[in-house]
């Protein structure tokens, strides 16, 4: 199985920075996009941004100019730097991959369990 582990949540106050963290692990052939979900309380899970192997990215207009998304394809890690947090950025915040786990099969998603981020003064 693949495993995505998640670090960096917490509590900041607005204005402030977090940076999460995402290891991918287990049987893993290739990765193809990773990415970054988030759920606010009381909506649905919602694309934060995606990155490609290729270093491509995707945000959503909400975040674009305050996030930041990285990846190392050595380290099956993707990254999420979060500057001039917002209240409305309160949320759980949910690592994805793409893994394909052998030449055999086909590319499946995996998530984290989530790490929750609450922005409040």
């Known amino acids: 199985q693949v495993q995505l582990v998640e670090s960096g949540g917490g509590l900041v106050q607005p204005g402030g920075s977090l940076r999460l963290s995402c290891a991918a692990s287990?049987?893993?052939?290739?990765?193809?996009?990773m990415g970054w979900y988030r759920q606010p309380p009381g909506k649905q899970r919602e694309l934060v941004a995606t990155i490609t192997s290729s270093g491509r990215t995707n945000y959503a207009d909400s975040v674009k100019d305050r996030f930041t998304i990285s990846r190392d394809n050595a380290k099956n890690t993707v990254a999420l730097q979060m500057n001039s947090l917002k209240p409305e950025d309160t949320a759980v915040y949910y690592c994805n991959a793409e893994v394909r786990r052998s030449r055999f099969h086909t590319y499946m998603d995996y998530w984290g369990q989530g790490t929750q981020v609450t922005v409040s003064s």
């Open positions: 287990g049987s893993i052939f290739s990765i193809d996009h």
